[in-house]
């Protein structure tokens, strides 16, 4: 099983921008479909984004789209979620997730085998 760790979270302005990475220390993620969730507190673990392995095509959740960027560094072996303008509702906590059974639009809706455990963004009002 891929070992998925976060990293980047934190508290930020409505408005203000975080750079989430996701990393993985014994495979190459470059191998992997890549997808990043969020739980917000009382509601339902969601799919954000989701980056192909194949030909890096990438899927965004609408109420992201053209504010969250996800992309890859395989020299650095990490994948990033760029947050800019961000906004209350994105307070959740953050997980990367691996997967490769699916498509990503299948995993951004839950089609996932590996879970990292999460990082918190809190963004302020």
């Known amino acids: 099983q891929v070992q998925l760790v976060e990293s980047g979270g934190g508290l930020v302005q409505q408005g203000g921008s975080l750079r989430l990475s996701c990393a993985a220390s014994e495979f190459t993620l470059d191998y992997y479909d890549i997808g990043w969730f969020r739980q917000a507190p009382g509601k339902e673990r969601e799919g954000v984004s989701c980056i192909s392995r194949s030909d890096g095509s990438t899927y965004y959740k609408d109420s992201v789209k053209g504010r969250f960027t996800i992309s890859r560094d395989n020299a650095k072996n990490l994948v990033y979620l760029q947050m800019n303008s961000l906004k209350p509702e994105d307070t959740a906590v953050y997980y990367c997730?691996?997967?490769?059974?699916?498509?990503?639009?299948?995993?951004?809706?839950?089609?996932?085998?590996?879970w990292g455990k999460g990082t918190l963004v809190t963004v302020s009002s």
């Open positions: 997730a691996a997967g490769w059974r699916a498509t990503i639009q299948a995993m951004c809706a839950g089609v996932v085998d590996s």
